[in-house]
């Protein structure tokens, strides 16, 4: 193991809630829960605001609603997160060739590898210096750990949370790891903590003191020796830039228990579709086939198929996935179907009968539908087109109004806020959800830069686009963040007459519960007003209120 605090751990604050408060100016200080809004949605991110109520990652959505039932419940947007995510991966990779990307938000560092850094004083340097381009391009704060090993490296960067730096001098590992409770350690998670905590072994001083060969015996042989060193401080896990891919998978919860078999198995099928665009879109192929099936009573059930060679060819793929549905008895509902593929190579191995049944089936449609094509056109007319979709928290442009985002959409009506990441807190509008001049749009960057600032950051760095020099604000997590939030009003929160409907704030037009379960659809956030705007009390914090209360 080095001698010297080289390896850099990054985890960004609250990634996901925290990019939404910088691309939402009117969110900024207040809860945000991030994650799916359906009745079996899981809490993807939340704001530090939103952890003081107890909302956590991993929690069931229905369980967030009724801890912080005024919190801002937003749809992902994983396209903006990738493209911050590059940022700030572009900023790491100008400090080392050895980045080891973990998600999205999470990455460790060599700084040794790199030239950046070789003792405590380059290494605290280096780190400062990280989170400050980190908050200059993105607007975002990380949590930065500098340690010998990446175990400690990770366990610095949870103590310095939110947005902070701490760096754990050589020889102090002991100390340090000894009163932290077990599950610290990478590797415990709730069942072995608690064996161990049945064992009488709460801490990792206590697992230490047990000795390997107990520990051996509690826990297997591999687990045993790999938690012994841990506790004594032992990793010498290297930092690799490249992590194989060992599967593509993809799988669906449903709202509501699917018991017809007919949809149970399109639902696989279009699984199998997803998959198979995933591997392609990672130049790979799979031998291995793999079904999961979550039943009504939550037992899941995975079955998997071995192929002659490995392949990309969604038919082969929707046949096998197919075949091991057969052998799954779905009488009593599911709750979640998945589909994935392993055993991965970079080349395929055609299979030849697929590949020619599947021209042969393509020749007899391509025949028969030169036949009715007329009829099919005549159909396709006479079927309405489908009524458009506005997830919360998703970018929007209006002809009149300009960019903005939805705040929440029901009974025929969607809600949007009209600002932008740059400017002050914007004021609500609704429109029906059919109105011609409100179109989806593309997140903006969340700071803004203008040529003379291209050459600042390192290449992939910088936010795209060419706009004036104006910084968007600062969005920080403040974790004394509690009590009522701020609930004033914004700059103008009146709703006139914004596609010539006259907007009653006691009748249900506007959203849902995307923006607080005790909202019911009624928009209270864009009741009519006559009182002065107020000033945002700081940066962070937004002038109106995103929130609906009871």
Known sequence: MRTTPTILHLDMDAFFASAEQASKPSLRGKAVVVGGLGPRGVVATASYEARVFGVNSAMPMAQARR???????????????????????????????????????????????????????????????????????????????????????????????????????????RALLGPMPVRTLPGVGPATGDHLRRAGIATVEELAEAGEDELVRLLGKAHGHALFAMALAHDVRPVVAERETKSVSVEDTYDVDIHDRVRVELEVQRLADRCVRRLRRAGLSGRTIVLKVRRYDFSTLTRSETLRGPTDDP???????????????????????????????????????????????????????????????????????????????????????????????????????????????????????DDPRLEPADPLPLVERGPEDADAFPAGAGPSGSQAVTRGPRVGPDPRAGGD??????????????????????????????????????????????????????????????????
Not at 410 to 416: E, S
Not at 502 to 515: I, K, S, T
Request: overall charge negative; glycine content about 14%.
């Open 67 to 173: 801890r912080a039932p005024n919190a801002a419940y937003l749809v992902p947007r994983f396209g903006l997160y990738r493209e911050v995510s590059e940022q700030v991966m572009g900023l790491l990779r100008a400090l080392s060739p050895l980045v080891e990307p973990l998600s999205l938000d999470e990455a460790f560092v060599d700084l040794e590898a790199g030239g950046t850094a070789w003792d405590d004083a380059s290494a605290r340097l280096a780190g400062a210096k990280l989170r400050a381009d980190i908050r200059a391009v993105t607007g975002l704060t990380g949590s930065v750990g500098l340690a010998a090993s990446k175990m400690l490296a990770k366990i610095a960067s949870e103590q310095a949370k939110p947005d902070g730096l701490v760096l754990i001098e050589p020889g102090t590992e």
């Open 315 to 433: 038919g082969v793929v929707r046949e096998a996935a197919a075949r091991l549905l057969e052998g799954v008895d779905t009488t009593g509902g599911v709750r979640l179907l998945g589909v994935g593929v392993s055993g991965l190579a970079d080349y395929t191995q055609e299979d030849l009968f697929a590949q020619a049944q599947a021209a042969a089936v393509g020749e007899a449609a391509a025949e028969e539908g030169s036949a009715d094509e007329p009829a099919e056109e005549a159909a396709a007319e006479a079927v309405a087109p489908p009524e458009r979709r506005w997830p919360s928290g998703h970018d929007v442009c209006h002809a009149e109004y300009g960019h903005g985002w939805v705040q929440g959409s029901g009974l025929g009506r969607v809600t949007v806020r009209f600002e932008t990441p740059y400017s002050e807190p914007g004021r609500v509008r609704t429109f029906r959800t």
């Open 485 to 550: 939030l701020d609930t004033s009003p914004g700059p103008d929160r009146r709703v006139g007459r914004a596609t010539g409907l006259d907007v009653d704030p006691d009748r249900a037009v506007g959203p849902g519960p995307d923006l607080g379960a005790g909202a019911g659809p009624a928009v209270r956030d864009a009741q009519a007003s006559s009182v002065p705007a107020s000033r945002p009390k700081s940066r962070s914090g937004g002038g109106g209120d995103a929130t609906s209360r009871p």
